[in-house]
T-cell receptor, first 115, second 114 residues
Framework: AQTVTQSQPEMSVQEAETVTLSCTYD???????LFWYKQPPSRQMILVIR??????QNATENRFSVNFQKAAKSFSLKISDSQLGDTAMYFC????????????FGTGTRLTIIP | GAVVSQHPSWVICKSGTSVKIECRSL??????MFWYRQFPKQSLMLMAT?????????EQGVEKDKFLINHASLTLSTLTVTSAHPEDSSFYIC??????????FGPGTRLTVT
């Protein structure tokens, strides 16, 4: 079974600063996908970024980037130039293999951006 | 992007009654839908995986006779909480897979059992 661990229950950072959220996972699979989801107060789950395990290049989406270390089973999210709208719960998630597989979520990190 | 809706967005029911929550994929066909439960300030816990035209696969510890899941078409899955009790009060979220590696989440349903 897969497990996902987020060791930072809460974080806060000043607006415009950079923040990194940590995530580690455990799996015996070789092919898998990793995701970061954002859940704002509305509670709508929003995909922030995804990483295919077979790709060595770290994924980036505008201000969001990941540091994927496959051997260490680490998948951290960096948010640059943080904005007030980034305030939310952030969940790291694992999906085995490909297509219609279930997501395994970490416990989440509550991020607060301070004006 | 793909859109998933849920209805109702919130519901209050009396203890002992049943309540049905609908999850629809609006602009794509979803062969697989997932139902999650989320308690306040906690993560999403997968309850069951629903495949169109077949029985749902429940996670360990989830009572399948209490949480009835039906996936009758490629765009609709329903979760029925039977004989609801206050401890069933929670936030229920569905997601739909588009046969690739992405899942699209519904906005969630807040259930309160009095």
């Amino acid at each position: 079974a897969q497990t996902v661990t987020q060791s930072q229950p809460e974080m806060s950072v000043q607006e415009a600063e950079t923040v990194t959220l940590s995530c580690t996972y455990d799996t015996s699979e070789n092919n898998y996908y990793l995701f970061w989801y954002k859940q704002p107060p509305s509670r709508q789950m929003i995909l922030v970024i995804r990483q295919e395990a077979y790709k060595q290049q770290n994924a980036t989406e505008n201000r969001f980037s990941v540091n994927f270390q496959k051997a260490a089973k680490s998948f951290s999210l960096k948010i640059s130039d943080s904005q007030l709208g980034d305030t939310a719960m952030y969940f790291c998630a694992f999906m085995k293999n490909f297509g219609n597989e279930k997501l395994t979520f970490g416990t989440g990190t509550r991020l607060t951006i301070i004006p | 992007g793909a859109v998933v809706s849920q209805h109702p967005s919130w519901v209050i029911c009396k203890s002992g009654t049943s309540v049905k929550i609908e999850c629809r994929s609006l602009d794509f066909q979803a062969t697989t839908m997932f139902w999650y439960r989320q308690f306040p300030k906690q993560s999403l816990m997968l309850m069951a995986t629903s495949n169109e035209g077949s029985k749902a696969t429940y996670e360990q510890g989830v009572e399948k006779d209490k949480f009835l899941i039906n996936h009758a078409s490629l765009t609709l899955s329903t979760l029925t909480v039977t004989s609801a009790h206050p401890e069933d009060s929670s936030f229920y979220i569905c997601s739909a897979g588009d046969s690739h590696y992405e899942q699209y989440f519904g906005p969630g349903t807040r259930l309160t059992v009095t």
